[in-house]
Antibody, heavy 121, light 108 residues
Framework: QVQLVQSGAEVKRPGASVKVSCRAS????????MHWVRQAPGQGLEWMGI????????AYAQKFKGRVAMTRDTSTSTVYMELSSLRSEDTAVYYC??????????????WGQGALVTVSS | ETMLTQSPGTLSLSPGERATLSCRAS???????LGWYQQKPGQAPRLLIY???SRAPGIPDRFSGSGSGTDFTLTISRLEPEDFAIYYC?????????FGGGTKVEIK
């Protein structure tokens, strides 16, 4: 069965960086794009970007350009999202979410369990 | 960047009633790239509708989507207890993906 397993919760100081991992299993890693979405406590969904594991091409939301980097390691079927210059407003649960096979613009039912990132001094 | 405005913010209805949720785009968008998700507390979102009107695999036919241009609608024909949740519309355009602010469907 498809599984997306993310790294654990992190606590970071303002100005620091965080790198969240998402290890995929149960399918051919390079055949599905992967989205990153975050959700602040009690708030809505916010899209951060997308990566094509086959080649590593990325597209980022304008809001995060220059501060986010998405990478992948095909040897371990893992995608990474690194966010730098953290501020308190970045406190959120960060999800990886697999795109549907025939249309990368939508996410299917396979999401990671989420990684809570808390930014606090 | 295309903004999506969902209304109402909260919809209070009883099981068995019809729910009509609205998603308005700040500019005309391609219906091919408009979708709807359902999120329940403590769970990840679930894709309901893609391409404005196509149901995702396994989604009951009481869920339907419609619309074009700037105005899109998600309709739940008869609310089941498990349908009380938050619903988000989504659009993926040239500037990337945008979510609407969400509509909470709560039990009246």
């Amino acid at each position: 069965q498809v599984q997306l397993v993310q790294s654990g919760a992190e606590v970071k100081r303002p100005g620091a960086s965080v790198k969240v991992s998402c290890r995929a299993s149960g399918y051919i890693f390079t055949t599905y794009y992967m989205h990153w979405v975050r959700q602040a406590p009690g708030q809505g969904l916010e899209w951060m970007g997308i990566i094509n594991p086959d080649g590593g091409n990325t597209a980022y939301a304008q809001k995060f350009k220059g501060r986010v980097a998405m990478t992948r390691d095909t040897s371990t079927s893992t995608v990474y999202m690194e966010l730098s210059s953290l501020r308190s407003e970045d406190t959120a649960v960060y999800y990886c979410a697999r795109a549907i096979k025939w249309e990368y613009r939508f996410m299917d039912d396979n999401w990671g369990q989420g990684a809570l990132v808390t930014v606090s001094s | 960047e295309t903004m999506l405005t969902q209304s109402p913010g909260t919809l209070s209805l009883s099981p068995g009633e019809r729910a009509t949720l609205s998603c308005r785009a700040s500019q005309s968008v391609s219906s091919n790239y408009l979708g709807w998700y359902q999120q329940k507390p403590g769970q990840a979102p679930r894709l309901l509708i893609y391409g404005a009107s196509s149901r995702a695999p396994g989604i009951p036919d009481r869920f339907s989507g419609s619309g074009s241009g700037t105005d899109f609608t998600l309709t739940i024909s008869r609310l089941e207890p498990e349908d009380f949740a938050i619903y988000y519309c989504q659009y993926f355009g040239n500037s990337g993906l945008t979510f609407g602010g969400g509509t909470k469907v709560e039990i009246k």
